[in-house]
């Protein structure tokens, strides 16, 4: 469909628009050609061969199926409008038919068709609505572009994010992403950094290549080297068969080593020999195999430090950092919260199929005013949790952990006066009776020093024990 970025003259313009009628009715054609052709460029299709055609013209914007001219009924005219809606979503589709069955029109509009007309066809009303339903579906087109334009300034392959700090990183990831250098990621725990691991490779060249992630943190040191480097059959106790490492099954891809700084100085030591003779040999092992792979790796200690204070070798620091890539914490990235927000309630409600939801505007407050130490992972278990226990159409500020609720001003709010609101003169009372009870029991029961204590007239103390019903002695 042509572009909807100019609204005016759309109705002058001749034959801006392509329908095809399939119909059997040369008489009937004839008459639509002409009531149409102000706007319209009329085809007419009566064989099998013509619709297929039909089907397959680019150019085409609408087709005018009459339900008389296919098969022996209008039920196989109605099979017709719904394999071409099948074939052609994006097509406007108008059923025509002299048959007053009530049932037509619901099987037609099920079957896929814009409109229902019954014969004789009004040429007039049918162009009006025509030109009608094809403005109405360039404008979602446009909206749609729009939308997809936003959607590509706010996200970068799995990355959601728009603010100037995550822009930053998205430029860093294109800059690297077809280089063969070695990268290491750094951020602080939950920020996405496997992520961005993923995103370097989706736009370089080893995209279609194996992408071997290992945590190496997650597996004690005995098990590291193994599954680092892989073994022989017999290399130790249980080694029943040969395995390969994760490195040489990263070969022609990506190795991604997620806190690589946990690993200690002897297997530091080996993986360097592997980056500088780019072969590896397993556990038990006689020969080198030779290995093609690029190196991303992450960490979210101070690698300087380690490397001046001896925990991290100065030469294995200097072969991974070649190109580093920072992300930012999610309290850094401005703007950030609120896309990150939107993106997990779809994804968790398409995931638990639940109905869509939207986040009230003081629940995304309380959000955006939050530190959040987690960052991006930490959100995300926030919504998941939000989406999961709730079970209307919102979600409200209650459904909020209590830390969070705490720690913002419209969180507090939100504590105070809950979403169905409050009974105000049973809330001061319950709040008398509390600090009275609690003055009371500070003072052993006497009335004259709990008066003194809450500075309070005596008289008045008396007075709101007995009206609220709260014991204690007059001394």
């Given at each position: 469909m042509e572009s909807s970025n100019s609204s005016s003259g759309r109705v002058s313009n001749p034959e801006r628009y392509s329908i095809a009628v399939i119909t059997l009715e040369e008489d009937m054609f004839r008459e639509m050609r002409r009531g149409l052709s102000a706007n319209f460029r009329v085809a007419l299709a009566s064989t099998e061969s013509q619709i297929k055609l039909l089907i397959d013209d680019p150019e085409l914007h609408g087709?005018?199926?009459?339900?008389?001219?296919?098969?022996?009924?209008?039920?196989?005219?109605?099979?017709?409008?719904?394999?071409?809606?099948?074939?052609?979503?994006?097509?406007?589709?108008?059923?025509?038919?002299?048959?007053?069955?009530?049932?037509?029109?619901?099987?037609?509009?099920?079957?896929?068709?814009?409109?229902?007309?019954?014969?004789?066809?009004?040429?007039?009303?049918?162009?009006?609505?025509?030109?009608?339903?094809?403005?109405?579906?360039?404008?979602?087109?446009?909206?749609?572009?729009?939308?997809?334009?936003?959607a590509n300034r706010t996200a970068f392959c799995d990355l959601i994010g728009g603010s100037e700090a995550m822009r930053k990183v998205y430029q860093a990831i294109e800059a690297v992403a077809g280089s063969n250098a070695s990268v290491v990621i750094r951020g602080e725990s939950g920020v996405g950094k496997e992520l961005v691991a993923r995103a370097i490779v989706q736009c370089g060249e080893r995209s279609a290549q194996p992408f071997i992630c290992l945590n190496c943190s997650a597996l004690p040191e005995t098990l590291?080297?193994?599954?680092?480097?892989?073994?022989?059959?017999?290399?130790?106790?249980?080694?029943?068969?040969?395995?390969?490492?994760?490195?040489?099954?990263?070969?022609r891809g990506?190795?991604?080593?997620?806190?690589?700084?946990?690993?200690?100085?002897?297997?530091?030591s080996k993986l360097l020999r592997v980056l500088q003779e780019r072969s590896v040999q397993r556990l038990g092992g006689r020969v080198a195999k030779k290995i093609d792979f690029r190196l991303i790796t992450a960490t979210n200690d101070d690698l300087e430090e380690m490397v001046r204070t001896g925990r991290f070798r100065e030469d294995l620091y200097y072969r991974i950092n070649v190109v580093p890539i920072f992300v930012p914490?999610?309290?850094?990235?401005?703007?950030?919260?609120?896309?990150?927000?939107?993106?997990?309630?779809?994804?968790?409600?398409?995931?638990?199929?639940?109905?869509?939801?939207?986040v009230q505007p003081e629940v995304m407050e309380i959000l955006e005013q939050y530190s959040w130490p987690g960052n991006v992972r930490e959100l995300e278990n926030v919504v998941q949790r939000m989406v999961l226990m709730s079970d209307g159409s919102s979600v409200a500020a209650y459904q909020l952990p209590q830390q969070l609720l705490s720690s913002s001003a419209a969180g507090q709010e939100a504590i105070l006066i809950p979403e169905e609101g409050v009974d105000f003169d049973a809330e001061m009372e319950r709040i008398q009776?509390?600090?009275?009870?609690?003055?009371?029991?500070?003072?052993?029961?006497?009335?004259?020093?709990?008066?003194?204590?809450?500075r309070l007239d005596p008289q008045r103390m008396k007075y709101l024990c007995r009206t609220l019903k709260i014991g204690g002695s007059q001394g």
């Open positions: 087709i005018v199926v009459d339900l008389e001219s296919i098969g022996d009924e209008p039920s196989d005219g109605i099979e017709v409008v719904q394999e071409i809606r099948r074939l052609c979503p994006g097509l406007i589709l108008v059923a025509i038919t002299k048959s007053s069955s009530s049932e037509l029109p619901l099987l037609a509009s099920q079957a896929g068709a814009d409109h229902f007309f019954l014969k004789p066809v009004d040429c007039e009303q049918l162009r009006a609505v025509l030109l009608q339903t094809l403005e109405k579906r360039a404008l979602q087109l446009e909206g749609q572009w729009l939308l997809e334009q936003v590291m080297e193994s599954e680092l480097f892989g073994y022989e059959r017999g290399a130790f106790t249980g080694a029943d068969g040969a395995k390969p490492g994760m490195i040489e099954l990263a070969n990506t190795l991604f080593l997620d806190e690589i700084t946990t690993l200690n100085h002897s297997l530091q914490p999610l309290r850094e990235r401005e703007g950030d919260v609120s896309l990150l927000v939107e993106h997990f309630v779809r994804l968790y409600c398409t995931a638990n199929h639940k109905p869509p939801k939207q009776i509390a600090y009275l009870n609690a003055a009371l029991r500070r003072t052993g029961g006497k009335k004259s020093a709990a008066a003194n204590l809450l």
